[in-house]
């Protein structure tokens, strides 16, 4: 965010993992220049930096994970799968290249010995990324199963993963059947890149069955344990930044939310714009009350006395 009459905008974190501390700075310019520091160096990928810091967002957008589609799904268990695989990135990169290439042959009219070529590093890394992903979507099933287990509502809800193609057929082959299309559509049908996390409740959509505010609580869940299963296996403590908590929940609701956030393995940030229903339901440990108001953070003392 730049300000108005300003140029660039500049922030600068330490960042503590695993007893060590990094410093991290990253500046960005009106034209969208990006410039990243990471130990006093300069990174070339955000990669290099985003790794250090686990951090999920909820606010209303959030919502697309149900309702945008399979991309904002992919979006959202890649998030975790990068942080507790360090050899994911490597393969989506190898990937990600193959799949460009082979797009760009489909438009090309190329030979099927170039085809072969493509195909053979797209089907390669696109089974070793869906090996990692299988993996990382059960850790995330089970945990989130482990935090509804008491949940009328929620521990109904199943997690169903879609590689992105029928497993029934190898991937090479769907891939030499398919190409007369994909040369109609101009882009690769079959693959990783077309992935997607079916979240069902009783083998129905979970957004065709679950209410609005329902579907907040199993936002919450999704996203709490996300960050369990990162702080487990990757040895991170993750970042859940909260935008209007309160907006959607009744009492119970906010009740179960916060029910939920005892279990995280996480620094939360709650913002609200009406303080008492969320305050009363905050722990009176290690919880830091601010007030923002005209671009000025204040720390302030609660009516409970927290700081």
Excluded at 29 to 47: C, D, F, I, P, V
Excluded at 68 to 79: A, C, L, Q, S, V
Aim: hydrophobic fraction near 40%; include cysteine.
């Amino acid at each position: 965010m730049i300000r108005f009459e300003a140029e660039l905008s500049v922030v600068h974190a330490k960042i503590m993992q695993a007893d060590q501390l990094h410093l991290v700075g990253m500046q960005r310019s009106k034209q969208g220049e990006l410039t990243l520091r990471l130990n006093g160096e300069t990174a070339k990928r955000l990669a290099d930096i985003a790794h250090l810091l686990p951090v999920q967002l909820i606010t209303p957008d959030s919502f697309r994970i149900f309702f945008g589609g399979p991309k904002e799904r992919r979006h959202f268990f890649d998030m975790g799968l990068f942080h507790v695989e360090p050899s994911f990135y490597q393969h989506w990169q190898v990937f990600s290249k193959a799949n460009k290439q082979r797009n760009a042959l489909l438009k090309q009219g190329a030979t099927a010995e170039q085809f072969r070529y493509w195909d053979n590093f797209f089907c390669q890394s696109a089974e070793a990324i869906t090996s990692l992903r299988h993996n990382y979507l059960q850790q995330l099933s089970d945990e989130f199963q482990r935090l509804v287990t008491n949940h009328v509502l929620l521990s109904q809800v199943q997690l169903q993963f879609y590689p992105g193609w029928n497993q029934q057929h190898s991937l090479a082959d769907l891939l030499q059947q398919n190409r007369a299309t994909d040369v109609k559509m101009g882009f690769t049908q079959a693959g990783p890149q077309k992935a997607d996390l079916r979240i069902k409740v009783e083998q129905q959509p979970a957004e065709e069955v679950l209410s609005r505010g329902q579907l907040k609580m199993l936002l919450f869940a999704l996203k709490i344990a996300q960050s369990n299963v990162i702080g487990a296996v990757a040895s991170k403590q993750p970042i859940l930044l909260i935008d209007d908590l309160a907006s959607e929940l009744d009492a119970d609701s906010m009740q179960q939310v916060f029910q939920l956030l005892k279990t995280i393995n996480s620094q939360v940030f709650v913002t609200a714009i009406e303080p008492e229903p969320v305050l009363h339901l905050m722990p009176q440990h290690n919880t830091a009350v601010f007030h923002v108001e005209h671009g000025t953070l204040t720390l302030r003392t609660d009516d409970y006395g927290r700081t």
